[in-house]
């Protein structure tokens, strides 16, 4: 029941005393409270408010636990990437090694295990390149030695390529021959002939 005094608009409820039993329940009598509509909106006004504050604190929880978990999932191991990547360097590829924490199978693992393959592709690629390089100087070493010894020789003597052409004189075949042939046919050069010596031993021993 509603009423109005002035300014102020009233409320009351009329609600039954009842006394329970054990069979039945005994109605004693009746009872009413009275409250005004401000009381009311009042306390609907700071139930609303609760509900707002509850919510912000609600949401701020949230994001403290998605602040956390990016970190921990995302920054973390990005971060290990970015460390490697800074510490990549071509003289100790071997050092390099990317393991994230945990049994993951994401997007992040798949990156770990290609930057991880890239690395010690490089480091193979690189000991092939060292070993060729080595190789290199080996047998540049050994053509300077050859070389060396072959100049030194009295006799006259030179090298030919299976296509008959001469690779190297030293300096006894140049002068015997007067002029340095390197390039040409050895049997145009030695001989003056326009087709190979019938003599010529160089199949024969190019099959032994």
């Given amino acids: 029941m509603t009423w109005k005094s002035g300014r102020t608009k009233f409320i009351s409820y009329k609600y039954p005393i009842i006394r329970p039993n054990d069979d039945e329940h005994f109605v004693l009598g009746s009872g009413r409270f009275f409250t005004s509509s401000s009381v009311v909106f009042k306390n609907v006004r700071q139930g609303f408010i609760s509900i707002i504050i509850s919510a912000v604190i609600k949401t701020l929880f949230l994001w403290i636990i998605f602040i956390v978990a990016l970190r921990t999932i995302l920054e973390q191991p990005l971060l290990r990437f970015k460390t490697a990547v800074e510490r990549l360097d071509p003289e100790s590829l071997e050092t390099i090694d990317i393991g994230l924490p945990g049994n993951r199978e994401d997007e992040l693992k798949t990156l770990e ?26 047998i540049k070493q050994s053509e300077t030695k050859y070389r060396t010894m072959m100049e030194s020789l009295v006799d006259a003597v030179y090298v030919c390529s299976p296509e008959k052409k001469i690779e190297y004189m030293n300096p006894a075949m140049v002068r015997r021959l007067g002029r340095d042939a390197t390039g040409e046919s050895c049997y145009k050069a030695m001989h003056g002939l326009d087709h190979q010596c019938d003599w010529c031993m160089f199949d024969k021993l190019e099959e032994k």
Avoid: G, P, Q, S
């Avoid at 890239?118 to 193979?124: F, R, S």
């Fill in 113 to 138: 295990t290609a930057f991880n393959k890239m690395v010690v592709n490089l480091h193979e690629t690189r000991k092939k390149l060292t070993d060729r390089k080595k190789a290199e100087i080996r």
